[in-house]
């Protein structure tokens, strides 16, 4: 029994031309069993900052909230919105701060650089080792089957609406080659004037 | 052993829990009542490490009662629910984590009825209904398949009965009575319970 395995989810991350799209799955289970297929995993972090937590449902709400809590604070004490950037530091720290207990959770950030409006897509494992990329990052369950997905579908400038169709199959395929995630997804697609939600159409097997 | 079940209807939450309590293959008592009241509309039904269960049940109804008394509000159901998610997860990697699944049922007036689902790593979810247990595996799919959005009182009560005749002719273990209650903008309310059927 795996803890990272033990509810299950899939998550990625990708960027297009200004515009970054994140997708996670839906479903909330115990091992086999499901038991929730509404199960949020993608969290605001700003107006154009978001962070997608796979991996064990308790610590994908408590990181969720104690994050949020450090984030209103850095955000009243520095009376502006913080950065990407400074986003996957933060992360880094909370969950290095817990080496020897770790969360087990292994996020991904995707966002638009305030002011710029520049791609800004990264992920971490569990103790916080942060990795920024250009393409794209996954993180879950089905790592394998998404890598596989994204580096045949994903090309580089990729327009908001063609973003969506290619974040989307390749979670949506990559899910259904995995047991413990999948039951629904929800894609946002992140572009400097708007957020656009969408709740894709899925096996719910 | 133990099970628990909510079904979320119109304007209540049904729950029921069973009534055995036991220790290794003895059943010690027939007629456990194993919900607690957190405050006039909230409820919750606890299963787990026995001694856990009644203490960490208590600690919660009891805090809650403080809110109210030291702010003149109650908490609503989903404020509820987040605070002990809060209590257990602190307590998870602690010295002394407390195992205990939940659920959490209330009505509120601005909320309607609420129905939550939390197991002993303190993961929450709100649900239409749900199940604690073994008895889970039995009476899931019966509610995926007969259960409606919006259901009256009747048709709660219907469901619930199809749920524990599923786990009476299927489960190996013998939990024969239920203890079955409402919780709604009036309260929170005692249904009959439900008995063992008399050998024929």
């Not at chain 1, 799955?25 to 969290?43: N, Y």
């Not at chain 1, 986003?87 to 020897?100: D, G």
């Not at chain 2, 059943?27 to 919750?44: N, Y």
């Not at chain 2, 049940?57 to 702010?71: C, D, G, T, W």
Request: with cysteine; net charge negative; charged share 25%.
């Amino acid at each position: 029994m795996s803890i990272m395995s033990y509810n299950g989810s899939a998550i990625i991350a990708m960027t297009g031309k200004n515009c970054v799209a994140v997708a996670s799955d839906l479903r909330f289970g115990i091992q086999a069993q499901t038991v929730a297929m509404d199960f949020q995993k993608i969290f605001e972090m700003g107006p154009r900052l978001y962070i997608g937590l796979p991996g064990l449902a308790t610590d994908v709400q408590t990181v969720s909230q104690r994050l949020k809590f450090r984030v209103n604070l850095y955000e009243l004490r520095e009376n502006r919105r913080i950065k990407p950037k400074t986003l996957m530091s933060v992360v880094s720290n909370l969950l290095y701060e817990r080496r020897f207990g770790p969360y087990f959770v292994e996020p991904v950030i995707a966002g638009l650089e305030p002011g710029t409006d520049k791609p800004f897509i990264a992920s971490l494992d569990l103790i916080g080792c942060p990795m920024e990329t250009e393409d794209f990052v996954v993180s879950g369950t089905c790592s394998e089957q998404m890598y596989g997905m994204c580096e045949s579908l994903w090309e580089p400038d990729l327009s908001p609406e063609d973003l969506f169709e290619t974040i989307s199959q390749a979670l949506l395929n990559a899910v259904d080659r995995d047991a413990v995630s999948g039951w629904g997804a929800v894609v946002h697609i992140i572009e400097k004037d708007k957020v656009t939600t969408k709740t894709l159409r899925a096996r719910m097997d | 052993m133990e099970c628990l079940i909510g079904i979320q209807g119109e304007d209540f939450v049904l729950v029921a829990s069973d009534m055995v309590s036991a220790r290794s293959i003895v059943t010690m008592k027939r007629d456990q009542d194993k919900m607690f009241k957190l405050s006039d509309k909230l409820l919750m039904l606890v299963s787990g490490e026995s001694g856990d269960t009644v203490q960490f049940a208590e600690y919660i109804s009891k805090n809650i009662q403080l809110y109210k008394m030291r702010n003149g509000y109650g908490l609503s159901p989903s404020a509820a629910a987040n605070f002990t998610r809060r209590n257990l997860a602190d307590y998870l990697r602690s010295n002394t984590p407390y195992s205990v699944n939940m659920l959490i049922a209330g009505h509120d007036d601005t909320e309607g009825p609420s129905l939550f689902y939390m197991d002993y790593l303190a993961s929450l979810v709100k649900i239409p209904f749900a199940v604690h247990g073994y008895g889970s595996f039995f009476t899931l799919s019966v509610m995926d398949r007969y259960y409606k959005e919006g259901m009256t009182k009747e048709e709660a009560v219907k469901l619930l009965h199809q749920c524990v005749d599923e786990i009476n002719k299927r489960f190996f273990v013998n939990l024969p009575a239920f203890k079955v209650r409402v919780v709604s903008k009036d309260g929170v309310e005692d249904l009959p319970d439900i008995k063992p059927t008399p050998a024929s």
